[in-house]
């Protein structure tokens, strides 16, 4: 399957496609001669020139994440994540790219159940050492999703954004008509039990419309579901779950830690809306 996705790869210095070689930690090698070398982690960086002004989740940020999901706080999200992305992987050859892959939790979720090859994108280095532990089978990329992505056209059949920015011409350039992105984001009041003293940020307000505006050039909405998870959290999750997220650049992790201790078992609500956008079909 690494051949699969890497087939999809074009190189970010003059566009040509890439192969894999050398033994494990590999290489990915244009036909102009332009090479990348895997971290021993296994993951390739992909950036070039100036790299990205945009702010990486630093390694707390990442292992709080790593533990909370690990933990199967977020599982049914997971599971419902997998379940849209399943119909357009039905078979060997067909590619999801997960962009925002963090520590590669919901690509996981969509390899366990598909038989698709698989391409994780994110800004933190940190995070990808993770995830190309959890999915060393897909293609890990140090890349900024804010630039053209270095992948061919029409080459991917489900996009999955999981609270991460989008790029919307770029999404509608790669995905293979009839495919699909599922896009989640937080609705209003997600964790609202525990969000105001742990600090976290809260909701936008007109975050769905204003996501549904975004894509709305390029994709249809086909489907909206809400979907709400229970949760029981001691103070070692709560922690967890307020400084994996944005809030984390800015909270004192010890400080964080030392005002939760205290808490055996919070009930909170994590909620969620999972956006599913289709490109159109072609001759449509």
């Given at each position: ?22 033994a494990?930690p ?16 296994g ?38 994540i ?15 790219l ?10 996981r979720?969509?390899?366990?159940r598909?038989?698709?090859?698989a ?53 509608a ?7 699909r ?42 489907d ?61």
């Amino acid at each position: 399957m690494l051949s699969d996705a890497v087939s999809a790869l074009r190189c970010p210095v003059c566009q040509g496609p890439f192969g894999l070689s050398g033994a494990a930690p590999f290489s990915l090698s244009c036909v102009a001669g332009h090479s990348f070398d895997a971290a021993k982690q296994g993951y390739f960086n992909l950036l070039t020139g100036k790299g990205t002004v945009f702010e990486a989740d630093t390694a707390e940020m990442v292992a709080a994440r790593n533990d909370f999901l690990g933990a199967g706080h977020y599982g049914p999200l997971a599971e419902a994540i997998a379940e849209l992305a399943a119909p357009v992987l039905p078979a060997p050859g067909s590619l999801v790219l997960d962009s925002g892959t963090g520590t590669g939790h919901y690509l996981r979720a969509v390899l366990d159940r598909t038989p698709a090859a698989a391409i994780g994108i994110d800004i933190s280095k940190f995070a990808l050492r993770r995830a190309a532990r959890l999915n060393p089978g897909a293609i890990n990329l140090v890349w900024d999703i804010w630039r053209p992505l270095p992948l061919a056209d029409h080459a991917v059949d489900a996009i999955i954004v999981v609270f991460a920015p989008r790029n919307p011409p770029e999404f509608a350039r790669v995905l293979r008509p009839g495919g699909r992105v599922i896009v989640v984001t937080p609705r209003k009041g997600h964790l609202g039990e525990i969000a105001e003293r742990a600090g976290m940020l809260g909701i936008e307000p007109g975050k769905d419309e204003r996501l549904a505006e975004s894509m709305q050039e390029f994709f249809t909405l086909a489907d909206t579901i809400q979907l709400d998870v229970d949760l029981k959290l001691d103070g070692r999750d709560i922690a967890d779950v307020a400084f994996m997220g944005p809030a984390g650049h800015h909270l004192e992790r010890s400080a964080l830690l030392a005002s939760t201790a205290a808490e055996t078992s919070v009930h909170a609500t994590a909620k969620f809306t999972l956006s599913v956008f289709t490109a159109a079909e072609q001759g449509s």
